[in-house]
């Protein structure tokens, strides 16, 4: 058990430096958003990888069908934050405010 955490621990310092760099070249306008998104997905779906697969071990035990349970979470995983992530709005420059609201244009109710 101490093994795993620790491995975990190593993926987790591994994936956030990889999100900051990520975030880093998007927001210094070297990347593209979909090749952000694709970065930033794939960093959390390898951070999830470690315990992911201490847990198929434990419950299904070594072997292809704990592989292949692996496989089909991560991939369910990797396909859930790519969407989101691309259907966000893209920013320009770290910093840069977003864009106000649009005003509603109804008139005022008369009393």
């Known amino acids: 058990m101490p093994e795993i955490l620790a491995i975990q621990m190593v993926a987790l310092l591994a994936a956030m430096l990889s999100i900051g760099a990520a975030d880093f070249v998007y ?20 951070m999830c990888l470690p315990i992911l697969r201490w847990m198929a071990g434990v419950f299904v035990g070594p072997g292809t069908t704990a592989w292949s349970l692996i496989g089909a979470i991560e ?37």
Do not use: C, D
């Open 27 to 46: 927001y210094s306008g070297r990347i593209a958003q979909p090749l952000h998104s694709l970065w930033v997905a794939v960093s959390i779906v390898a």
């Open 75 to 111: 991939m369910a995983l990797f396909i859930g934050l790519y969407r989101n992530l691309r259907n966000l709005p893209a920013i320009g420059k770290l910093g840069e405010r977003l864009p106000p609201p649009a005003e509603q244009s109804q008139p005022p109710a008369t009393p």
